[in-house]
């Protein structure tokens, strides 16, 4: 059960309700989720959103790209809210249904593109062992760039938020949204 309720419009503060008109405007269309909890906090919720606006919309990785990176901080993290909203996202940014299907599961998916192994391989290190190592910092700079390794970094960092947020207040998914995520147990 969600630990903290959205706010209604008329319990919300001038400031409050100017920052949630600002979001809804914007490419998102509306406050839920993780952007409703900060809005207990307005310029949290101001400065995130931007944030969240970037690394969504406005990084140089491609969407798939970009959404496999959230998909690898939502499954590390058993962010099923994150799972939900981005796992179409992803299916239709490009990202392969086996790729997918296997990071939910929890295995290393088998890539045919060297950019999504890259990305799968930096994701999965900077949250599993906190750092990126050389070879592996060589590897996602040769093929992402160093703009495409900060937005990669920027993305993950923004979506580990993201990801601590809905498990901290325990942000319920849409109604209807069956449950993916589980424990990792690295099979089917």
């Known amino acids: 059960m969600t ?7 008329d319990q919300m503060t001038a400031r409050q309700q100017q920052v949630s008109e600002t979001i809804a405007s914007g490419p998102r ?9 900060w809005l207990y906090r307005p310029e949290l919720a101001d400065r995130a959103q931007a944030l969240g606006q970037y690394c969504r919309f406005e990084s140089c990785l491609p969407p798939r790209l970009s959404e ?7 499954r590390l993290w058993n962010s099923e ?4 909203a981005h796992k179409p996202i992803a299916l239709k940014g490009g990202l392969a249904p086996e790729i997918v299907e296997a990071i939910r ?12 192994a890259v ?17 592996l910092y060589a590897d996602a700079v040769a093929i992402l760039g160093d703009e495409g390794v900060v937005d990669l970094t920027g993305i993950l960092g923004y979506y580990t938020l993201i990801s601590m947020t809905i498990n901290v207040f325990k942000v319920a998914t849409a109604d209807g949204h069956t449950a993916e995520l589980g424990p990792v147990t690295g099979s089917d």
Do not use: K
């Open 81 to 84: 809210y994150e799972w939900a």
């Open 29 to 37: 269309g509306a406050v839920r989720g993780p952007l409703a909890v």
């Open 3 to 9: 630990r903290i309720l959205p706010l209604m419009p």
């Open 119 to 135: 990305v799968y391989r930096f994701a999965t290190s900077l949250h599993q062992n906190r750092h990126i190592d050389d070879a």
């Open 105 to 116: 599961c929890g295995r290393e998916p088998a890539f045919a593109q060297a950019d999504e």
């Open 68 to 74: 496999l990176a959230i998909l690898v901080t939502a």
